[in-house]
């Protein structure tokens, strides 16, 4: 068995307004479509036309769910000319969406051994 990573006294300590808006977080993420929308700015700055191509969703069904990630500083607004795109907020979000993805992706037999 792993041994235990250690916290820092910011990551344990949570007021009950923090723990609600990282509930919200997390519900946020709980949703398949935003999920994805998330995963796909990791790779960088996307427009809502390419994810809306790449995740064969409507684009405003995508502007949609940029809002309620915006809103929650999942995801970032970069305005290039006319174009807005959207990227990961910060290292800490990034860290976190892709811990969690390459979690997922373990063979489940490696930990087995």
Avoid: C, W
Avoid at 3 to 30: N, Q, W
Avoid at 34 to 62: C, D, F, N, Y
Avoid at 73 to 93: K, T
């Amino acid at each position: 068995m792993p041994s235990p990573i250690p916290l820092h006294a910011e990551t344990t300590a949570l007021s009950d307004d923090k723990a609600i808006e990282l509930a919200e977080m997390f519900r946020l993420l709980g949703d398949p479509s935003r999920l994805r929308i998330v995963i796909e700015t990791l790779a960088g700055p996307q427009s809502v036309g390419h994810m809306a191509a790449k995740l064969g969703l409507s684009p405003s069904l995508v502007s949609h769910h940029l809002r309620l990630l915006r809103a929650a500083r999942l995801v970032s607004p970069e305005r290039r000319g006319r174009q807005i795109f959207y990227r990961i907020h910060d290292a800490h979000v990034r860290h976190v969406i892709a811990d969690m993805v390459a979690h997922v992706n373990e063979d489940a037999h490696e930990e087995d051994a």
